[in-house]
């Protein structure tokens, strides 16, 4: 596997996807569950990266905000593009609502995923989804932070590798509390109605 970096590639790369999604089976569970907010005060909290553009991050940032936040990678074959279609999705669907919602993508590959990279990956999602990265010792303390796990995988004899990585979405509050825990496949409208419940405990 190469790194791929231009721009045309990664629009087929997404448009690909966009496809392959409009067919993945929908949890009818999931749709049917009544929304219930928590407060997982015990994992999450603060952290301080960087931004694409080099800029120091905080959680803490955007506490007038409700995030949504998400861990992956740009070389990530799967996992990662449907989730990131899936929360541009949101954004389209919230409307002017959008103007209270972050949404952050905080890289598990610092040393492929350099600020330019992860601009023009997250660019061809939405470009107000928030990129940020730092080194191997501040993302692994992320992680735990937030129980995500992740490992490196080696493709045969060569350097490349992919990343096995768990595949939640966090809903975090203006208090930069957890209060969902969205699994993967989650739809986009689920989240979109989840979403605006906490608006709604939190206007």
Known sequence: MTVFSTNSFLKGYFLIWVLLFSYMPISKEL???QIK??????IGGNFILHDMHGNKVQL???????????FGYTLCPDICPNTLFVMADVLKQL???????????????PKR?????????LSIFDNRIIGLRGDEKSTVAITKK????????????????????????FLIDQNSTIRYIFPYKTTPGFMV???IKLLAETS
């Not at 803490?60 to 998400?70: G, Y």
């Not at 995988?153 to 768990?166: A, M, N, V």
């Open 146 to 169: 937030y129980v995500t796990r992740f490992r490196k995988k080696k493709l045969g004899s060569t350097e490349e590798y992919l990343i096995d990585h768990t595949a939640y979405t």
């Open 37 to 42: 907010l928590r407060s997982f005060s015990k």
């Open 60 to 70: 803490i940032d955007f506490k007038q905000k409700i995030v949504i936040l998400f």
């Open 113 to 121: 995923d350099t600020g330019k990279r992860l601009n023009e990956y």
């Open 95 to 109: 409307g002017e609502m959008s103007s209270n919602v972050k949404l952050i993508f905080i890289t598990l590959d």
């Open 31 to 33: 749709q049917a569950q």
């Open 193 to 195: 109605k989840t979403v």
